[in-house]
């Protein structure tokens, strides 16, 4: 019998830390959502759906060069993501949470059924959009493409947190977020903001989508991973972004963790337990804002 | 047409069907359900069977979500519970008068621990917290391969009831409908007692809910019972009548199913629950008889059925969260009003 075998625990570790930057660049677009609008955005799992299917028509289908096809791309689920803000939310703004709610779940279904009709069940390939060539420190070997998406997602993130710190419309943004009423009497626009928002979060969520889709393969069932993902918001607090990212790394090493010596059956619910436990413990999360009340 | 009605003591306004055209009605409706499995198809009679346990799980749901304002995303995994309990009962030889309450009462049990969290939190976090619970529950469906059957499923005796054993549709769907009236009447009872007063004073707020006096821990936890006690019959009767069940369909899927219907239904009514566990019901059922038609010319047709289905699904709950927050019960009662002095005045 040999010792424990360290090597391997490291590895996991670092994958799964590296893999939670993927999970924190989608509970981005939860947050980003959740704070400007209020609402847990069940459809961000067919956002992620919509960005890597529409890459791969205009990448692989059309055979557009990826300069070309990633903007395009982008361009298309903003747009999409602001037609469902004034189609759906806006009507609805104002209502009980079951509604939007449910609004959001029903849009989700709507996509994910869309989808399925127009490019069918099948998986299709992606093609590689990072490299694969593997990073090795000392005896531990990370996969490229994981730390690549890390990479990716770190800058993203960072971005973000730039434009909400630094710019007019980041700060108008926000403005809008914490206090609408206020911020309307000041002169922002609050609906252009929350229209912004969606845009935003869509983008954030078709950035993640394709990612994910390019390192595994393009399929429907793209659009359940994000419910995973509801774990790493909850625990980070739903309207703090530098909480979903530390629980975005939590998550993705408990994932890997739970992966690498219990099995991939009981990884699936690792984000569920996650929930419980939090909402039972600490209900606003490491760091969102305590309003819960006790009753 | 209403005439010579006036409402001249508490408890004629207070009675549940307050008019005799109301009561006429209701019996020939209840007449016309009953003679149905004698002379409808065996497609029909199963319809009606399923149909029957949709209803009684949503009313449950409706109680839980409409009347208490607690947003459940796990009613699916509570059925789950109640089949499973009734089939593990009835493998063991317990008749089928003790599992059904039975299956409802474990369900009830395991809702109360549900509910637990909803004491500290409630909206969008008691949506996350019950969506977890349920993808808990369909993983311990799975795994649980001694009591479930795991991925395999599970094999439910016929039930039998004084003697006569239900081994046909037709009386499958006298049972189902008799325990879904009795249901249903329950629910709509439930609201002109204490205890459905305080659900609806914590539904429209909880806070001065307690200011009156209403005990909130006490009134919630009973809230997610009643709720869990009907899905748990629901997912008994389920399991008898289709005697084998797998854990794929207690799914996220069914929950939110039940959560639409009484969306579409109306919030909080029983007629609405009826009219919206029916109307999600047939819907893909027409889907599937107009793929059907349109498959002569496209044979692809068939193969987007189940898309098409989602995508009427959802469209579906959000045209009637912007267009008709009040769902289909809103509808029924603006035709009614049309007709109550119809033909004098339209």
Redesign the interface.
Known sequence: MTGFDWIALAEFSAIGLLSGGLLALVALGFVLIYKGTGVINFAMGEFMMLGAYFLYTAHVMWGLPLWMALPATLAAVALCAALVERAILRPLSGQPVISVLMATIGLASALHGGVDAIWGGRNYEMPQLLPRKPLFIGDVMIPGQVLWSFVLAAVVIVLFTLYFRRSRTGVAMRAAASDPVTAYVLGIDVRAMQRLTWIYAGLVGAMAGMIVASMTSLSPALGGAALGVLAVIILGGLDSIAGAIVAGLIVGLLESLTAGYLGGKVRDIVPYVVVLVILLVRPYGLFGTRQIERL | MRIHDFRESYVHDEALWPTRVQRAWLVAVLVALAAFPLVGGGYLVGLMCVLGIHVIAAAGLNIM?GGA?L?SLGHAAFMGVGCYTAAWLAQRGVPFVVTLPAAGLMAAALGVVVG??S???????L???T???Q??LV?VF??WESVTGGVKGVNVPPASLFGLELNTDARMAWLIGGCAEVMLIGARNLFRTRVGRAFTAIRDK??SA?VLGIH?LHYKLMAFAIGAFYAGVAGALLGYFYRAMTPEYFT?QLS?FY??AI?VGG?GSTLGTILGAVFMTLVPELLRGGVAFAAQWTPRAT??L?????????????GF??FE?HGLVEVWRRIRRFFHLWPFRS
Request: hydrophobic letters at 65%.
């Open positions: 979500t304002g947003i637990l969290p004491l500290r939190i409630k909206g969008l976090y949506a996350v917290a969506l977890a619970m993808f808990l993983y799975r795994e909880d806070i307690e909130l996220l939110i959560l639409a969306i919030l193969e987007i189940s898309p098409i289905q989602q995508v009427v699904f959802g469209l579906l709950i959000i969260l912007v927050p």
